[in-house]
């Protein structure tokens, strides 16, 4: 098994968990990017009594709307992103080592050269997955409506209102999220936002270079203090994921924003403050009429979710490719052994 498909699945393993354990904070951070309702917004809802909300008034199982097409939107971009990192990577190292042999730098894959790798592997992540990721925006941000709300009104309920049960009204699936976006935009609706995502895999790129560069140093470091022995532990690659994971968010949380605004449902009646025609046309009305707040809204959210899956993921995916590896040695050997003489 090659070493980047060992890479490819292990990225995809530890996505998928960390999709599961942070879920219900994607999808509140979600609503609270899609949020153009200027009234509602001076409520300015915290992420746990949005939580709340959505549960009171939509169920738990809201929560998790969207959660399928997104595990298979989570493997998909992990499996993708990490194969093609490995590739790149590859070919980056060998060509450091050549420049080596011509006494061209010590043989070590620099910064620019991983943030290169990094930013290829988004884009080719970001063109294939995009579709998937519209899907899931969709359901995330689908709101169970009580019949005497307008369509394309986000559900604003006083405590003294009735709320209609949740059995009134129709499921919300994948399906009537993909028929959604069909009869909205046609088929090149499942590319919209693909444009600020694609300048967005400076996030992965930039988390990336930060996690390669901080774990090369630890490892450097404890090859020195352990004559020899760079080995990290799992707690060790938690702490630097986060950290990378941190510094990347608060660069390009504001193209995020952005990028959901163009995948949620667009308002096509009513106020024109709120349907936006593309990226520059979102930009310019969020900055006209939200200032450039706009750009911010749940970026506590965020980073707390974003922070904790990709320490998950990290510490996950390195475990999976250690347990791989080992496996695969042991085989080795076992097979030399059964061997006969």
Same mark, same amino acid.
């Given at each position: 098994?090659?070493?980047?498909?060992?890479?490819?699945?292990?990225?995809?393993?530890?996505?998928?968990? !960390?999709?599961?354990?942070?879920?219900?904070?994607?999808?509140?951070?979600?609503?609270?990017?899609? +949020?153009?309702?200027?009234? %509602?917004?001076?409520?300015?809802?915290?992420?746990?009594?949005?939580?709340?909300?959505?549960?009171?008034?939509?169920?738990? +199982?809201?929560?998790?709307?969207?959660?399928?097409?997104?595990?298979?939107?989570?493997?998909?971009?992990?499996?993708?992103?990490?194969?093609?990192?490995?590739?790149?990577?590859?070919?980056?190292? !060998?060509?450091?080592?050549?420049?080596?042999?011509?006494?061209?730098?010590?043989?070590?894959?620099?910064?620019?050269?991983?943030?290169?790798?990094?930013?290829?592997?988004?884009?080719?992540?970001?063109?294939?997955?995009?579709?998937?990721?519209?899907?899931?925006?969709?359901?995330?941000?689908?709101?169970?409506?009580?019949?005497?709300?307008?369509?394309?009104?986000?559900?604003?309920?006083?405590?003294?209102?009735?709320?209609?049960?949740?059995?009134?009204?129709?499921?919300?699936?994948?399906?009537?999220?993909?028929?959604?976006?069909?009869?909205?935009?046609?088929?090149?609706?499942?590319?919209?936002?693909?444009?600020?995502?694609?300048?967005?895999?400076?996030?992965?790129?930039?988390?990336?270079?930060?996690?390669?560069?901080?774990?090369? %140093?630890?490892?450097?470091?404890?090859?020195?203090?352990?004559?020899?022995?760079?080995?990290?532990?799992?707690?060790?690659?938690?702490?630097?994921?986060?950290?990378?994971?941190?510094?990347?968010?608060?660069?390009?949380?504001?193209?995020?924003?952005?990028?959901?605004?163009?995948?949620?449902?667009?308002?096509?009646?009513?106020?024109?403050?709120?349907?936006?025609?593309?990226?520059?046309?979102?930009?310019?009305?969020?900055?006209?009429?939200?200032?450039?707040?706009?750009?911010?809204?749940?970026?506590?959210?965020?980073?707390?979710?974003?922070?904790?899956?990709?320490?998950?993921?990290?510490?996950?995916?390195? +475990?999976?490719?250690?347990?791989?590896?080992?496996?695969?040695?042991?085989?080795?050997?076992?097979?030399? %052994?059964?061997?006969?003489?």
């Amino acid at each position: 098994m090659s070493d980047a498909l060992i890479n490819g699945l292990a990225g995809a393993g530890g996505g998928i968990i !960390a999709q599961l354990i942070t879920y219900p904070l994607q999808t509140v951070n979600t609503r609270q990017q899609t +949020e153009r309702d200027l009234k %509602k917004e001076k409520r300015k809802f915290g992420t746990i009594e949005l939580m709340r909300q959505v549960i009171k008034h939509e169920g738990w +199982e809201q929560l998790y709307g969207g959660l399928t097409p997104s595990l298979v939107g989570t493997a998909a971009s992990q499996g993708v992103y990490y194969y093609f990192y490995q590739i790149f990577r590859n070919k980056a190292e !060998a060509a450091s080592l050549e420049h080596m042999k011509k006494g061209i730098g010590d043989g070590s894959v620099g910064m620019f050269s991983s943030l290169v790798v990094a930013a290829l592997s988004g884009c080719v992540n970001v063109l294939m997955t995009n579709p998937i990721w519209v899907v899931v925006t969709r359901m995330q941000t689908h709101t169970k409506i009580p019949k005497k709300t307008q369509p394309g009104q986000t559900l604003s309920v006083s405590p003294d209102e009735t709320v209609f049960a949740a059995s009134e009204l129709p499921p919300f699936g994948t399906n009537h999220a993909i028929q959604e976006v069909y009869d909205e935009a046609g088929f090149w609706g499942f590319w919209k936002g693909v444009f600020p995502t694609l300048i967005m895999v400076s996030n992965p790129s930039i988390q990336f270079m930060l996690y390669e560069t901080m774990l090369k %140093k630890l490892k450097k470091r404890r090859a020195l203090s352990r004559k020899g022995n760079s080995g990290v532990t799992a707690l060790e690659i938690f702490l630097l994921g986060a950290l990378a994971k941190l510094g990347a968010t608060v660069v390009t949380y504001p193209l995020l924003v952005v990028k959901s605004r163009l995948q949620a449902k667009q308002v096509s009646t009513g106020d024109k403050r709120h349907h936006y025609k593309g990226t520059s046309d979102a930009i310019l009305k969020m900055i006209r009429y939200e200032g450039f707040y706009g750009f911010y809204k749940g970026m506590s959210t965020k980073i707390a979710q974003s922070v904790l899956a990709a320490a998950v993921l990290f510490m996950v995916k390195e +475990e999976l490719v250690k347990g791989a590896r080992i496996l695969l040695t042991t085989d080795g050997i076992n097979t030399v %052994k059964s061997r006969p003489p």
